[in-house]
């Protein structure tokens, strides 16, 4: 059974930092492709950041391009999004996701590739 168990989220004053981790059990992210992404209200659910299961390859969205980095520990099984320079629009629940094929050689950025998904975690950007 998969289980991805996201942490880390809360409130954040703008230009402020904050790490999200999702633990992944069920797949190994050494395997299988891991991504972001976030769901806020009236916005449709838009790509944050992805890593490869070979951890040699990752892709952002333009609109986190910069500020936003995504790393994994494979000892823990865990994928994280180190969040910088945060702004009032970083503000959704973030979700972590995994790919639905093991050892795809694209890195996929949309929604509808990725089969499994955590609970979500809340963040919340204060100006």
């Known amino acids: 059974q998969v289980q991805l168990v996201e942490s880390g989220g809360g409130v954040v004053q703008a230009g402020g930092s904050l790490r999200l981790s999702c633990a992944a059990s069920?797949?190994?992210?050494?395997?299988?492709?891991m991504a972001w992404f976030r769901e806020a209200p009236v916005m449709e659910r838009e790509f944050v950041a992805a890593i490869k299961w070979s951890g040699g390859n990752s892709a952002y969205g333009d609109s986190v391009k910069g500020r936003f980095i995504i790393s994994r520990d494979t000892a823990r099984n865990t994928v994280y999004l180190q969040m910088i320079s945060v702004k009032p629009e970083d503000t959704a629940v973030y979700s972590c996701a995994t790919d639905s094929r093991p050892l795809r050689l694209q890195l996929e950025v949309t929604a509808s590739m990725y089969d499994y998904w955590g609970q979500g975690t809340q963040v919340t950007v204060s100006s």
């Open positions: 069920g797949r190994t992210v050494s395997s299988y492709s």
